[in-house]
């Protein structure tokens, strides 16, 4: 009967952790992801210095958060974020419309992803 209760016990402690990250990462993704699309519509009306400016702090955002997430996700997930945001840095500097708002939406993407496999179903249990 103690077994029983220990494995239940942790099981729940699992399941609890499971979903703190789910809600740590949705909330971080969902932010970044927002600041992107406020980013898009400044490089759509070509307000290239205001969009450097946002793309500093969602930088700044991303590397607070991504050691923390190292920890809960996929490191090539985490890869591929610090690479399209190399890359997104260096189209917004060059001014290059149409690669920058390409790679802001890879980026969002990348996002969505990471958010969708953090999420609570079947699927991520089996």
Do not use: C
């Not at 519509?41 to 290239?48: G, M, Q, T």
């Not at 991303?62 to 920890?71: F, P, S, T, Y």
């Amino acid at each position: 009967m103690r077994s029983l209760i220990g494995v239940s016990v942790v099981i729940l402690v699992i399941i609890a952790g499971w979903l703190f990250a789910y809600n740590y990462i949705d909330a971080h993704a969902t932010d970044l992801i927002q600041a992107l699309e406020q980013m898009t519509k400044d490089i759509e009306s070509e307000n290239w210095d205001t969009a450097s400016d946002k793309y500093l702090k969602t930088r700044e955002q991303w590397l607070e958060i991504r050691d923390r997430w190292a920890v809960i996700i996929h490191h090539h997930e985490i890869d591929n974020i610090d690479l399209a945001m190399a890359r997104t840095r260096k189209y917004i500097e060059e001014k290059d419309k149409p690669l920058s708002l390409g790679e802001i939406e890879v980026l969002k993407q990348l996002f969505h992803i990471v958010k969708e496999s953090e999420t609570v179903t079947l699927t991520n249990l089996l």
